[in-house]
């Protein structure tokens, strides 16, 4: 077999693998996200905060956790430590949003 098409067929099957994995364990892209920039380390692991500091964010609603990480960027909305973590999450605002929006409210 020709090698380019080989190396092509591998990094299909090796992406198809990764994807399936992902499915299986019902991870979401906005789990991940909010586990890789650390949100769950102030408003709790799936947005459960249970420090009264830290707004729970788990079952609230998508758009307007968007908008409010919007305003956050933006600045229209002042938090010293939200304003510095919303522009993080550029691009993900909606994924992240809907993860959370999709937990039970506590
Ligand atoms: C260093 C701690 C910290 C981290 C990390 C953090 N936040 Fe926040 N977050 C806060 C605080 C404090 C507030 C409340 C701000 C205020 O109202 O003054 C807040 C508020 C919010 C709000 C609005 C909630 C409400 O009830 O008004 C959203 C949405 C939010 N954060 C999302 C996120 C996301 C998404 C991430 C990860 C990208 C994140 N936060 C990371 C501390 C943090």
Redesign the pocket.
Known sequence: MNKKLSLVLLTGIVVLFSLNSFSEEGVSEGEVM?EA???W???GQAGYSTDE???V?AGRNADW?VQ??EYFQSGERV?P??NA??P??EGFERV?AEYLASKESP
């Open positions: 909010f920039l650390g949100c380390g102030c408003h500091r830290y707004p964010l956790i409010q990480l938090s430590m939200m973590m919303a993080m999450a992240i």
